[in-house]
């Protein structure tokens, strides 16, 4: 969703790299394009001017005229204050202290409060929580049904005795549900309101009347992050005439420009808590407005791809692969990397962990055209293969891959690519599991091509010869002039006394000096 405004500031920093000390005039053309690149991703203007008056104060400042690199400072003053535009810290829900939490959402119809509502209930789930949906949209059709399919995927029981489709009293299911809840014992309760395609007072009203049967613990506004500037006129009528606590995104993996997302804590003044990134129920997780900030700036997010990676991978396999790598519990064969390609799959799309890296904007254009289904091939390709084959694939010559290839229905080649990358990533994953570093990057340890500690470039094979020869005696191009400097040479040679290897021009008593060593008695059995 910052896409564009990614590429943009990332241009804008590009341009003070190299540069040992900030002018005014750099200052000032720098928060001109933040500025500009601010306002193309529809962020509010008054959020704009407060922004980009911080980074100028603060790029005046001794902050940045005494760093080392000042262009790498300006960089950190503005993650810092984006940090701080989406709401600084990472805010957590509370929970009643007794009796169960009441959760209430409101939004506009169209902003996923419903699908939200099932992501919610299944996060609260896998935190140990025991989640109650209720189902008080009972104006649009059919989303008493979707709350309930919704809720029998995520594994949530849903609290539904009104039909809907315009029929029922959503306030009175709304305070019923409370009653159920505790009859049943569940801990969290999370309300499901109706919306509307725009702000109105007969949808404040009910929102308004379920708020006060309920008492909820937290009001959370759901807002889609795709419908621009709009948003924050919403999250301000829906504050004066319902109030809430905190604000929950939806589709913040559309390809809008996302400003608005960027505006509303700052105009609402409440917390942007939780974060919804796809189609799927597991595609929720909290808002952390660092980590947002970073992926804003390319820096990637690290520290939700390891606790994404962390709930997916089984700890036992990893552990195992992990020494086979090290080479304690025997060779790394096709299977261990079959298991370790599923638990990949199962952090969800591989364009959304590679986006997870740092400096992933600068190819993103390849990760958007990333083929999801090549893991699939990648899987049939191997599972085609005897047992005997994967654990040992050095075996596989010609006629064992065109029968490979036959049963996975993929050619010959595609067979030799997968076994050809299977080795070298083998070899890669052991020496870096050794600790010998990452193979085919110069300078770097048990490297092809490091030039010692300090690193070095890559020589030829004949300059390699060079310099084994050595500079040596130049010989003069005359041939009689040649002849008589190898004469002289020669001479020389002949009067020099042979080099010793252990004193230059001195004799030395070689059973004295092993006398005196004071070696053990059985020692001489070993000079023998």
């Not at 029981?157 to 009104?162: C, D, L, Y």
């Not at 049963?407 to 083998?426: K, P, Q, T, W």
């Not at 042979?498 to 000096?513: S, T």
Request: hydrophobic share 40%; net charge neutral.
């Amino acid at each position: 969703m910052f896409a564009t405004l990614s590429d943009r500031l990332s241009a804008t920093f590009k341009n003070l790299r190299g540069k040992g000390r900030l002018s005014d005039a750099d200052i000032d053309a720098t928060a001109r394009e933040i500025r500009i690149a601010l306002l193309e991703a529809d962020v509010a203007l008054p959020v704009v001017k407060d922004f980009v008056a911080a980074v100028k104060e603060r790029a005046r400042g001794e902050e940045v005229s005494q760093a080392l690199n000042p262009a790498q400072q300006i960089v950190k003053i503005v993650n810092d204050e984006l940090v701080e535009i989406l709401g600084g810290e990472t805010r957590r829900l509370r929970y009643a202290k007794s009796g169960p939490t009441v959760i209430m959402l409101a939004g506009l119809q169209g902003a996923g409060k419903t699908t939200l509502a099932a992501k919610l209930a299944l996060w609260l789930k896998g935190q140990g929580k025991s989640p109650l949906l209720v189902a008080c949209d009972l104006q649009r059709p059919n989303a008493v049904n979707q709350l309930q399919v919704n809720g029998e995927r995520a594994g949530v029981p849903v609290f539904a005795p009104q039909p809907g489709n315009g029929v029922g009293d959503p306030v009175s299911v709304a305070r019923e549900s409370i009653e159920e809840a505790k009859r049943k014992l569940y801990d969290v309760v999370i309300v499901d309101t109706a919306g509307r395609l725009g702000v109105d007072a007969e949808m404040m009203a009910q929102a308004a009347g379920i708020r006060d049967a309920v008492r909820p613990d937290e009001t959370l506004f759901v807002v889609d992050a795709m419908i621009g500037q709009d948003a924050l006129t919403t999250a301000q009528a829906f504050l004066d005439g319902v109030g809430y606590d905190g604000v929950v995104l939806t589709k913040l993996d559309g390809d809008a420009r996302g400003g608005a997302a960027l505006s509303i804590r700052q105009v609402t003044g409440r917390p942007v808590m939780f974060a919804s990134t796809g189609e799927k129920l597991d595609d929720f997780d909290v808002f952390h407005p660092d980590r947002m900030a970073g992926r804003i700036l390319d820096m990637g997010d690290m520290l939700t791809l390891i606790e994404q990676a962390e709930k997916a991978f089984d700890q036992e396999q990893a552990l195992k692969a992990a020494q086979k790598l090290s080479g304690q519990g025997g060779e790394f064969t096709l299977d261990d990397f079959l298991e370790q390609m599923q638990q990949l799959k199962k952090l969800g799309s591989m364009q959304k962990i590679l986006g997870m890296l740092p400096g992933m904007g600068q190819i993103r254009e390849q990760l958007e055209n990333f083929d999801e289904r090549e893991i699939d091939r990648v899987e049939a390709v191997i599972r085609s293969m005897t047992p005997a084959e994967r654990a040992n694939p050095k075996i596989i010559d010609g006629s064992r891959r065109a029968r490979i290839a036959k049963g996975s229905g993929r050619s010959v080649s595609d067979v030799n690519g997968l076994v050809d990358r299977f080795f070298e990533a083998r070899k890669m994953m052991m020496q870096m599991a050794k600790g010998g570093g990452m193979p085919g990057l110069p300078g770097m340890p048990g490297m092809p091509g490091a030039g010692g500690a300090g690193g070095g470039k890559r020589i030829s094979a004949k300059q390699r010869q060079k310099q084994q020869k050595g500079k040596g005696a130049r010989r003069s191009g005359n041939p009689a002039k040649a002849a008589q400097e190898a004469a002289a040479a020669e001479k020389r040679a002949a009067e020099k006394p042979a080099a010793n290897p252990f004193g230059i021009g001195q004799d030395i008593d070689y059973e004295a000096a092993a006398a005196n060593l004071d070696l053990p008695k059985d020692f001489g059995k070993f000079l023998k």
